[in-house]
């Protein structure tokens, strides 16, 4: 008996320290409640709170139940925070499945305990080495924010996307493709572009953080995508990058609402970025759409942040800038070579200077390979072919680097801001009016060029309203664009992609269709093909068709086909556009339309541009001329 007294009483210290220090415990809380924690910035930013303006709380935006503590958390901050520290007091070991609290939150876990103190005694640290593993085989040393361009053959690129590197100690510009990156998306495999648009648009999908090897995401964007990629190199301190990887460890398995204009990929790199460095609030700064450029901006703002941009040029990039240098023989003998039209030992090839056959010979050989990779060209003999290729090149004894593309001049953090406030005086219709137009988002092809995707357009949900002053004044919306997408992409001898344009919106139709001058639903879309005459100057010919759809209309709705060719030049302060339009009405009289018209844009700063559209428009027999003078202003 007294032997079993004797183990009862050695046993007690051991059962109290197993059991939860449940007055600890209540300190804690009481304290984290005196200090406001629960409303603390930095809290919020860590379970990725923000306001709901209805009814005065908070919600997450994430959506994945384990990723709070609290069966409130979501919409609790305060009830998220004592759960939480709750659950620090865990006994919970590490297995493969598993994580103990301290190491599935363990941002959370550091931040409250820099603001608590915890008293390690009565809150025994936890060991988290699959995290420790995880975190010195990425072996951060600095942070770099990724910028692939805009892609218009993805719904989901339209205006870019951004992702985040995290660099090894002493690498170079070749060695940080091996880096890690973090990059966010939503989870789909959809490929038609209207699926994805309406899902995007309402929240369909849900988005969530990924891990990969950075070499993985250039072969999608650089040599797939055919996407240029620029690198912001980051000022983060040691201890702002091991919070940063704290919380992208924490965010691993969860979830998030995705939406293509605010809470998408840009938006959620913020959101690390705010927990990496407190106080900088970026996500605040975005509260109802979230452009990438304009989230490199935001970031880029912060005193000291940048170090260094390196651009990364796409495949096709380089490869355009190789062919465009050489001369017309040249290209021809690249393309028949490249296309196993002309044999490796034609005559021709083998009368040019040895510097130009081994030109064409490389080139031949990154063509084809070029076209293979992205799915173009198939050919079960490719690979041998291409062993033959390099092996002509092999024999020839001249060595030799291609001229690297040169670095643009303009960066797209230093293009004109997406927004834009467009005051307008003109006259159409016999009319002189006043107008005043807002786009949110975020580049038309006379809009200042620099920093933006050439030959590309995206305009959403651009509202004007107007002012007639001729007659009874009167004030109307005139026009709402939803969406107004043109990719113009030159064709030449290697590369014949087909330029298109999609508008969809309501607009006031012409008088002459019906004089009520109703506000009618429109498609306007069309296809065909662009030339490049120069450098800066592009010919495009499409063909066309549009639906108008009004109950006032005589006929309801109605359908038109025709054609345009149009002329864009592309300056360094100045842009000019030409258009020449007919379309025939089938079901509004059986009509002819035209419309011929010249705009001509100069930039006047950074943010400001002046805008000159003028020309001819209506029944061929009944032509009209309208003038407009705009100041746009970009913010």
């Not at 876990?109 to 608590?116: E, F, I, M, Q, V």
């Not at 021809?332 to 040895?354: F, H, M, N, S």
């Not at 006929?555 to 060719?565: E, F, I, R």
């Amino acid at each position: 008996m007294p032997r079993l007294l004797l183990l009862c009483l050695l046993c007690i210290p051991l059962l109290a320290a197993a059991a939860p220090d449940n007055a600890y415990q209540q300190q804690l809380i009481a304290r984290a409640h005196v200090l406001h924690l629960a409303a603390d910035p930095q809290w919020h930013a860590l379970l990725h709170y923000i306001p709901d303006e209805l009814d005065g709380g908070y919600h997450s935006l994430a959506v994945t139940r384990n990723f709070f503590n609290a069966p409130d958390g979501r919409d609790d901050p305060r009830a998220e925070l004592d759960a939480t520290l709750r659950a620090f007091f865990s006994d919970q070991p590490e297995t493969d499945t598993k994580q103990n609290p301290q190491c599935a939150f363990i941002a959370r876990y550091h931040w409250l305990d820099s603001r608590l103190h915890f008293d390690p005694q009565r809150l025994p640290v936890r060991q988290c080495p699959r995290f420790e593993q995880w975190y010195h085989a990425i072996d951060p040393a600095q942070a770099t924010l990724i910028f692939p361009a805009a892609y218009m053959n993805n719904p989901s690129s339209m205006f870019g996307h951004t992702l985040l590197r995290i660099d090894r100690p002493g690498q170079d510009e070749h060695s940080r493709l091996i880096s890690y990156s973090i990059n966010f998306a939503a989870q789909t495999k959809e490929t038609n572009g209207v699926v994805f648009a309406y899902k995007g648009l309402t929240g369909g999908y849900i988005g969530s953080f990924s891990i990969l090897p950075y070499y993985q995401k250039v072969q999608e964007y650089s040599n797939m995508d055919n996407r240029d990629i620029w690198e912001y190199q980051l000022h983060l301190t040691p201890p702002e990058i091991r919070r940063l990887l704290e919380h992208a460890w924490e965010l691993g398995p969860v979830g998030f609402d995705y939406y293509f204009f605010t809470q998408n990929c840009s938006y959620q790199l913020l959101t690390l970025l705010d927990v990496a460095r407190p106080g900088m609030n970026l996500t605040a700064q975005f509260p109802d759409w979230a452009i990438p450029s304009d989230t490199i901006k935001a970031v880029l703002a912060q005193k000291g942040m940048l170090k260094k941009v390196v651009y990364r040029p796409s495949a096709y990039t380089k490869l355009s800038y190789r062919l465009a240098a050489m001369d017309p023989e040249e290209q021809r003998l690249t393309y028949g070579i490249a296309k196993r039209d002309l044999p490796l030992a034609d005559t021709q090839l083998k009368r040019l200077p040895i510097t130009q056959q081994a030109d064409v010979l490389e080139a031949a050989y990154d063509y084809r390979q070029y076209m293979y990779v992205s799915r173009k060209w198939s050919d079960e003999d490719n690979n041998l072919y291409a062993y033959r290729l390099l092996s002509a090149r092999s024999k020839l004894a001249y060595t030799s680097d291609p001229d690297p593309v040169p670095t643009p001049a303009v960066r797209p953090d230093q293009g004109h801001d997406t927004a834009r406030a467009a005051f307008t005086a003109g006259r159409e219709w016999d009319r002189d009016y006043l107008q005043i137009a807002l786009r949110p988002a975020y580049h038309d092809l006379l809009d200042p060029a620099g920093g933006y995707t050439k030959g590309a357009q995206i305009d959403f949900f651009d509202i004007a309203l107007r002012r007639n002053l001729t007659g009874r004044p009167d004030t109307r919306l005139q026009q709402f664009t939803l969406l107004d997408i043109l990719s113009l992409a030159p064709r030449n001898r290697f590369f014949s992609p087909l330029s298109w344009r999609i508008a969809v919106g309501w607009k006031r139709v012409s008088p002459q269709l019906d004089p009520g001058e109703p506000l009618a639903a429109y498609v306007d879309g069309g296809f065909g093909p662009t030339y490049a005459l120069s450098q800066r100057t592009l010919l495009t010919a499409m063909v066309e068709a549009q639906a108008l759809g009004s109950d006032r209309l005589p006929t309801g709705d109605t359908l038109a086909a025709g054609g345009a060719l149009s002329l864009l030049y592309t300056g360094g302060d100045m842009n000019l556009r030409l258009l020449a339009r007919r379309r025939h009405y089938y079901t509004a009289r059986n009509s002819e339309w035209a419309d011929y018209r010249a705009a001509l844009e100069f930039k006047l700063g950074a943010q400001t541009s002046l805008r000159l559209d003028a020309g001819v428009e209506g029944r061929p027999d009944n032509l009209f001329w309208n003038a407009a003078l705009s100041l746009n202003r970009y913010f």
